[in-house]
C-alpha cells in the first residue's frame, strides 16, 4: 500500500528555519519524482520543490534559493529545508509521487512577523 506521512510543520518566526519530512510507504519510491506543494487558504495548492529518482531538483523563481529538497532512498524519505522564511510561506505542504494522485495529509507550517 502507497502512503505518504509529512511532518516536521510547526510555527516559526520570520527569518527562521524548518525542515520537513515525508516519509513513504511501498516500493515504489525509487521510480517516481517526488513533488513539495504548498496550499494556503483559500488559494491553489502550489509546486515548490521537485526531486527526481537521480537527485536533479527544481524550484519555481518564487522560492529564490531559500528551500532546498533531497531524498534518501534507504528510509524512502524526501526532505524540504525551508530557510529564511517569510509570512507569505504559511501554508499547509504536502507531498506527491510526481503524475500520481498519491498525497498525504499534509502538515501545516505558519511562519509569524
Known amino acids: 500500500q502507497v502512503q505518504l506521512v509529512e511532518s516536521g510543520g510547526g510555527l516559526v518566526q520570520a527569518g527562521g528555519s524548518l525542515r520537513l519530512t515525508c516519509t513513504t510507504s511501498?516500493?515504489?519510491?525509487?521510480?517516481?519524482?517526488m513533488d513539495w506543494y504548498r496550499q494556503a487558504p483559500g488559494t491553489q495548492r502550489q509546486l515548490v520543490a521537485q526531486?527526481?529518482?537521480?537527485?536533479?531538483?527544481r524550484y519555481p523563481d518564487f522560492i529564490k534559493g531559500r528551500f532546498s529538497v533531497s531524498r534518501d532512498s534507504a528510509k524512502r524519505e524526501v526532505y524540504l529545508q525551508m530557510n529564511d522564511l517569510e509570512p507569505e510561506d504559511t501554508a499547509t505542504y504536502y507531498c506527491?509521487?510526481?503524475?500520481?494522485?498519491?498525497w498525504g495529509q499534509g502538515t501545516e507550517v505558519t511562519v509569524s512577523a
Open positions: 506527491r509521487y510526481h503524475g500520481t494522485n498519491y
Open positions: 511501498g516500493d515504489v519510491f525509487d521510480t517516481y519524482s
Open positions: 526531486i527526481g529518482v537521480s537527485g536533479i531538483t
